[in-house]
């Protein structure tokens, strides 16, 4: 799909250059089409090297690091507005006051491509049934993009693959499902995982405001659109929004799973998962044959209870992207479904705190075998109820100690609850450090 007309010529500031590759390939694209960039981001030009790197023989690109300036967001056609960018920032507050409209990366390509839209938003599970949505639709034949929230995808990129033949398949967090309220736009169908606290140091403490950003994912379907509930979170998103909510609605737990049906991924959570990416299947009239055939198949989305190795009959799994002490406790039941209880799994966490709940997770450490630390602002609140757990200011030396600890038949499981800031880039670099050194032993 040609797109280069929407943008060749336009006056465009990029707020949010990052490190995880969707900032970059957006500005990329809309470099090549002909754009006038501004590029900002509060991260210096150090900090930012990988990324400055791939945008450095673009004469049409313009860096401001370090800093935000306001005269940057005037004069301009619009603000590309990444992730996790304050809605109440002032330099959003001036580009509003001087009426350049503030768009992210997710609603400008569906509103660009006008192809069909699957989304997917919640707490827990998006990316996992986002996949396995995208998995459903390749083994139907159909011609799939996956976007949204996926490390390293541009979604502005993806304008050059997409035909009117084409499917998107987005993951959504709440700051892009903000992006389409903002644009007033919905999938075609939605699909709401699960609602917990997260991200409250963004949302100030409001679950509710939380829950609003998400809620953008249905508000704007029509009749005509589905949505699909996962039963954790129908009846809160029901009481808060039923009657604002037009699209065929259908609420999905594990149960909606046929119960013959075996995945390769552990865990009920998976099951639920999985159920909720046959509703939307069935909602497109793809057969359950196929959908059973991509699901019994599917093998789970990298650093989401992964399976890297067995070392000497020890099992190691990557799940850095649990980031939530309520992630953490969901993949040790998991493994305590296919294992002996909680007593042969030895735990690899901590980071930095997002200031939640963390009594049911912190009741379930007393039984596992061993847990073990990786300092952090978040830490200190584990050691007040294990204050023997050895702490590592190194992941190497954490990974070290775990293998010190464990015998054949044991599980590491490296699930860290907390955010990645401070050890680690982001999320994904603390589970490829964590790879490198399990692939090295």
């Known amino acids: 799909m040609d797109a280069t007309a929407h943008f060749r010529g336009k006056r465009i500031t990029v707020m949010g250059l990052g490190l995880l590759g969707r900032g970059v390939g957006d500005a990329r694209y809309l470099a090549e089409c002909g754009a006038e960039l501004i590029v900002t981001d509060l991260k210096s030009r150090e900090q930012l090297a990988e990324s400055v790197a791939q945008l450095k023989s673009f004469k049409n690109v313009i860096f401001v690091l370090g800093e935000h300036r306001l005269e940057d967001f005037n004069n301009r056609d619009f603000i590309l507005k990444a992730a996790g ?18 768009r992210m990366s997710a609603d400008l390509f569906a509103e660009i491509s006008s192809i069909p839209i699957i989304g997917v938003t919640g707490t827990r599970g998006k990316s996992t049934v986002t996949h396995m949505v995208h998995a459903i639709l390749k083994e139907a034949g159909k011609k799939v993009l996956l976007g949204g929230n996926v490390r390293g995808v541009s979604n502005l990129e993806l304008l050059k693959e997409a035909t009117l033949e084409h499917i998107a398949v987005l993951e959504l967090d709440s700051w892009q499902c903000q992006g389409l309220g903002e644009a007033k736009m919905s999938p075609h169908i939605a699909i709401f995982t699960t609602l917990y606290p997260d991200h409250l140091n963004y949302y100030k403490n409001d679950l509710d405001a939380y829950l609003a950003d998400k809620a953008n994912i249905f508000l704007n379907q029509k009749p005509e659109d589905t949505l699909v509930l996962g039963k954790q979170c129908a009846p809160t998103v029901i009481e808060k929004y039923g009657d604002k909510i037009e699209a065929e609605t259908i609420v999905v737990d594990e149960l909606n799973l046929p119960d013959t049906w075996t995945l390769c991924i552990p865990g009920m959570h998976n099951r639920y998962n999985a159920a909720l990416a046959l ?30 190795r067995e070392v000497n009959g020890i099992k190691i799994y990557n799940d850095t992207t649990s980031t939530t002490p309520e992630a953490t406790n969901v993949a040790i039941t998991a493994l305590s479904d296919v294992g002996r209880g909680t007593s042969y799994i030895v735990l690899i966490m901590g980071g930095a705190d997002k200031g939640l709940d963390m009594n049911a997770l912190l009741a379930r450490l007393a039984n596992v075998k061993q847990v073990i630390l990786l300092a952090g602002t978040g830490t200190s609140r584990v050691l007040e109820c294990i204050p023997n757990a050895p702490v590592f200011d190194n992941l190497e030396k954490a990974v070290y100690e775990a293998f010190m600890v464990t015998e054949p038949g044991d599980i590491i499981l490296f699930s860290p609850a907390f955010a990645s800031f401070g050890m680690f880039k982001n999320e994904y670099d603390r589970g490829d450090q964590f790879n490198k050194l399990v692939s090295a032993l």
Do not use: C, W
């Open 85 to 102: 960018v304050l809605l109440d920032s002032p330099y959003i507050a001036e580009a509003k006051k001087n009426n350049i409209p503030v």
């Open 279 to 308: 509703a939307a299947a069935r909602a497109m009239q793809i057969s359950d044959e196929v959908s059973r055939h991509a699901l019994e198949t599917f093998t789970g989305v990298p650093g989401r209870l992964e399976l890297i």
